[in-house]
C-alpha cells in the first residue's frame, strides 16, 4: 500500500485528476455558497419573525457552507464493486465516492463529495480485509498546507497485496498540534466508529485512557447524530460539557469544522450559575459531603418540611352563599399530593386547584351550575389562598440552601439518618450569611441550589448532552447534568485513572446511576493514537496505585527517545528553572507545539524564569500559532490538552499539590500523558516512588 507523490499535470496521472476533482468539488461548494447568499425571501415570509427565522436559517446555511482553506474538502475515496443497497445509493456500481466533511453537489445536484456521516461512507472506516463490504479499493489522501500532494490506495480484495499500516494515516495522526483541537474525521478508527455511529435513543459511556481518542470520538457522536436526526435535535437541542473554559475554548473548532454550528458548550458550573453567583469556596471535606447523593433526599426533606396538614375548614363566601370544605376533606388532598411526589411548585399550583372542586361539588349538589371560570374564580379566593399559603407554602430554592446551611436545627432535622453529626458540622457556615446575595456560595453550593430548583420545578430537557472528563464529577453534579437529559441521551467520556477530584467516581456503574442512565453500554478504549509508547508505559506505572484493575493504554505509536528523565542535581529552585528553561529552548527547536506543565505553586516562578529567558508564552486555551508555540501549563488545567512535546517540571510537587497522594498521583498521570512526541521530565527532589 504505498503513498504516491507526483507532481505531474498529465491527464494519465492519477494526482492531478484528483487534484482536478477538488478543484471542481472547492468550484460546486463555492456556488452552493453563492446560491444560499443569493436566496431571495421577502415574497415568501408572511411577517417579520418568519422572516427572522428563516433569515437566521440562511445565515446558519451560508456559514456551514464556508471552504476552510487548511481544512481538506475530501479525505478519502472508495470504489465500490457492486451496486451498493437502495438504501445507501443507488446506481453506486463502478461509481467512485469521495468522503469528507460535508455533502457537496454540482450544478444538477449529483454529489462531488459525500459527507462521512452518510451510510454509504460507512465502509471508509469499517472495511477491512476480512469483511471488505464489498469495496474494492479505498484510497487515502494526504495534505500539505491544504494542497492534495499525494494519495494511498488499499485494495481490499486483492489477495496479493500484504496488509500494511497506512503511512498517511499514521502522518495524519503524527501531525503537529498547533492551534486548537483538530477532528478525527480522517483517521476515525472501527472501535470509534461503532461508538459514533450509535443511535441516539441509547446513552453511551467511553471509558478511554490518555491518547485512544476519546473526546473526539464524543464530539464526532454528536456531529453524526445531528446528521441523521437533525429535525429532533434542532427541536430538543443538544449541549457539549467540558471540565473548564480552557478545555471548552480547545475543542470548540472541532464541531464548526464539520459544519455544525449549533451545538452549545459550557461547564458544570455554567449550568447550575444561574441562581446565585459563586464567589466562595469548599474545603474538600465540605465539598465532598456536598456532593454525596444523600443531599438529594436532605433537600427533598427539607423543601417536604414546609408542608403543614390543615386543622381548620375553609370557608369560601360568594355573593349570599358560603360554602364550607372541612379540615379532614383538605387533608386528604394534601396526603394524595404528597404521595403523588409531584414537584413541589406543581402541587402548590394543583392545591387550590382541588379546594375550588371541592366547593363546585357543593354547589352543584345545591341545584347550580358552575363552569370552569367559577372553579378558576374560587380558586383565586382570599380564603382559598390564606389557606395554602398555611399549608403548602411557596419555597425559595436559594433561601432554602441558605437555611440549610446555616441553621444547625434544621439541618439535623432534615439530614437525620443521613449525615453524621461530623458531616453536618462541615457544611455548616461558621458565618451564617444574612441574605442570599450576602452569601459567599461554593460551586457545590450551587449544585444545591439547582437541585432543589428541580424539587420546586422541573429542569428543561435536552435532546442529547456529551459530557467529557466525567470521571470529576460529584454525585450531585452528575444528578444536574441527569436532569439536563432526562427525556433525552448522553455520550460520557471519561478515564477512571483521570479523577483528580476528591470525590471522583470510583466506577462508571455508580456514575451512571446518579446520571439516570443505568442502562447506559459502557465501551472501553484502550488503543492509543496519541502518546507515544515509551510515554504511556513510564505513566502507566502509577495505575496499579491510582486505578487498580484498569487496562493500561496499548499505544500503536512507536517513537523512540520520546522519554527523557532527568535529575537536576543542585536542590536550588534557581538550577531547576534554568533547566527547564533550556528544556523548553529544546522542545522548541522542533515543529510542533510545546506545553511547560508544573505544579500550580510553581506557575510563577516559571513565568518569572521564560520571561527573563525572552519567552513569550501563552495560557492553557489559548491558541498556539507558528509564532506563539510555549504554553504555561498549571498542573490543575492540564487535562483534556495536549501538545507535541511537554515539558514536566517537578513531578514530587505535582503531587504534593493535591489534598491526598492518590489525588496527587492522579494529576501527575494527566501530566504525564499530555504529549503527543516527546516528554522532558525534569526533577530536583526525588521521583514518586511509584514511578520506580
Not at 480547545?250 to 464541531?255: D, K, R, S
Not at 360568594?318 to 411548585?345: C, F, H, N, Q, T
Amino acid at each position: 500500500m504505498p503513498a504516491h507523490e507526483h507532481e505531474s499535470d498529465t491527464t494519465t496521472d492519477p494526482l492531478a485528476h484528483e487534484r482536478a476533482h477538488l478543484a471542481a468539488s472547492r468550484a460546486a461548494l463555492r456556488a452552493m455558497r453563492e446560491d444560499a447568499q443569493a436566496l431571495d425571501i421577502r415574497d415568501v415570509t408572511a411577517n417579520w419573525v418568519n422572516a427572522a427565522v428563516l433569515q437566521a436559517q440562511i445565515t446558519d446555511r451560508i456559514k456551514s457552507l464556508a471552504d476552510l482553506a487548511h481544512t481538506p474538502l475530501f479525505f478519502g475515496r472508495l470504489d465500490y464493486l457492486h451496486v451498493v443497497g437502495a438504501a445507501q445509493a443507488e446506481g453506486a456500481e463502478g461509481e467512485q465516492f469521495y468522503i469528507g466533511r460535508r455533502h457537496v453537489h454540482d450544478a444538477d445536484g449529483d454529489p462531488m463529495v459525500i459527507d462521512w456521516r452518510a451510510p454509504v461512507s460507512q465502509p471508509f472506516y469499517r472495511a477491512s480485509r476480512n469483511e471488505p463490504l464489498d469495496v474494492g479499493q479505498r484510497r487515502r489522501f494526504g495534505y500539505t498546507g491544504g494542497e492534495l500532494t499525494a494519495y494511498e490506495d488499499e485494495h481490499l480484495t486483492d489477495p496479493s497485496e500484504a496488509a500494511q499500516t497506512s503511512k498517511l494515516l499514521q502522518a495524519e495522526i503524527e501531525r503537529p498540534r498547533v492551534g486548537p483541537m483538530r477532528d478525527i474525521v480522517a483517521t476515525i478508527q472501527p472501535e470509534q466508529d461503532e461508538i459514533v455511529r450509535s443511535e441516539l435513543g441509547g446513552t453511551v459511556c467511553v471509558q478511554g485512557g490518555p491518547g485512544t481518542g476519546k473526546t473526539a470520538v464524543g464530539l464526532h457522536r454528536v456531529a453524526y447524530l445531528l446528521y441523521a436526526h437533525r429535525e429532533r435535535l434542532a427541536r430538543t437541542g443538544t449541549l457539549v460539557i467540558g471540565p473548564n473554559k480552557s478545555f471548552l475554548h480547545y475543542i470548540e473548532q472541532v464541531l464548526p469544522a464539520l459544519g455544525e454550528l449549533e451545538v452549545k458548550q459550557a461547564t458544570v458550573d455554567d449550568l447550575v450559575t444561574a441562581q446565585v453567583e459563586v464567589r466562595g469556596t469548599d474545603e474538600a471535606r465540605a465539598a465532598v459531603v456536598k456532593g454525596d447523593a444523600r443531599m438529594a433526599e436532605v433537600l427533598r426533606r427539607a423543601i417536604r418540611s414546609h408542608v403543614t396538614l390543615p386543622t381548620e375548614p375553609v370557608m369560601v363566601v360568594r355573593g349570599s352563599r358560603r360554602w364550607r370544605v372541612p379540615a379532614y376533606e383538605i387533608e386528604e388532598m394534601v396526603k394524595e399530593l404528597l404521595a403523588r411526589d409531584m414537584r413541589y411548585g406543581a402541587a402548590h399550583e394543583a392545591l387550590p386547584q382541588r379546594i375550588a372542586h371541592a366547593v363546585l361539588v357543593r354547589m352543584e349538589e345545591a341545584g347550580e351550575a358552575p363552569d370552569d371560570r367559577v372553579q378558576n374564580a374560587v380558586a383565586r379566593n382570599p380564603a382559598v389562598k390564606a389557606a395554602v399559603k398555611a399549608i403548602w407554602p411557596a419555597v425559595d430554592p436559594s433561601k432554602l440552601v441558605l437555611r440549610l446551611l446555616s441553621d444547625p436545627e434544621f439541618l439535623a432535622a432534615q439530614s437525620d439518618g443521613l449525615l453524621s453529626e461530623d458531616e453536618r458540622k462541615t457544611i455548616l457556615w461558621t458565618k451564617p450569611a444574612r441574605s442570599v446575595k450576602s452569601a459567599k456560595w461554593s460551586a457545590a453550593d450551587a449544585v444545591l441550589i439547582d437541585e432543589a430548583n428541580d424539587l420546586v420545578a422541573r429542569t428543561h430537557s435536552l435532546g442529547h448532552v456529551v459530557i467529557d472528563e466525567a470521571q470529576d464529577l460529584s454525585p450531585m453534579q452528575y444528578r444536574a447534568v441527569g436532569r439536563r437529559c432526562s427525556t433525552g441521551s448522553a455520550t460520557v467520556l471519561g478515564d477512571l485513572a483521570q479523577g483528580t477530584t476528591p470525590w471522583s467516581t470510583q466506577s462508571w456503574e455508580q456514575a451512571l446511576h446518579h446520571l439516570g442512565k443505568s442502562d447506559a453500554v459502557v465501551e472501553e478504549l484502550t488503543a492509543g493514537f496519541r502518546v507515544p509508547r515509551e510515554v504511556i508505559a513510564y505513566a502507566s506505572r502509577l495505575l496499579p496505585v491510582i486505578s487498580p484493575g484498569l487496562a493500561a493504554v496499548e499505544s500503536v505509536r512507536e517513537s523512540p527517545g520520546s522519554l527523557s528523565v532527568r535529575e537536576v542535581g543542585a536542590a536550588d529552585t534557581d538550577a531547576l528553572d534554568a533547566a527547564v528553561v533550556a528544556a523548553c529552548d529544546e522542545s522548541l527547536e522542533q515543529e510542533g507545539s510545546t506545553g511547560l506543565i508544573a505544579a500550580d505553586a510553581r506557575i510563577p516562578a516559571l513565568a518569572e524564569a521564560l520571561t527573563a529567558a525572552g519567552h513569550a508564552y501563552l495560557s492553557p486555551g489559548q491558541e498556539t500559532t507558528a509564532e506563539s508555540r510555549l504554553t504555561l501549563v498549571p498542573a490543575s488545567l492540564a487535562k483534556g490538552l495536549e501538545y507535541d512535546y511537554v515539558v514536566l517540571d517537578e513531578p514530587a510537587a505535582v503531587v504534593d499539590g493535591e489534598p491526598d497522594e492518590r489525588t496527587g498521583l492522579r494529576r501527575l498521570y494527566v501530566a504525564l500523558t499530555r504529549a503527543v512526541s516527546g516528554l522532558i521530565v525534569l526533577h530536583a527532589a526525588p521521583l514518586p516512588q511509584e514511578l520506580g
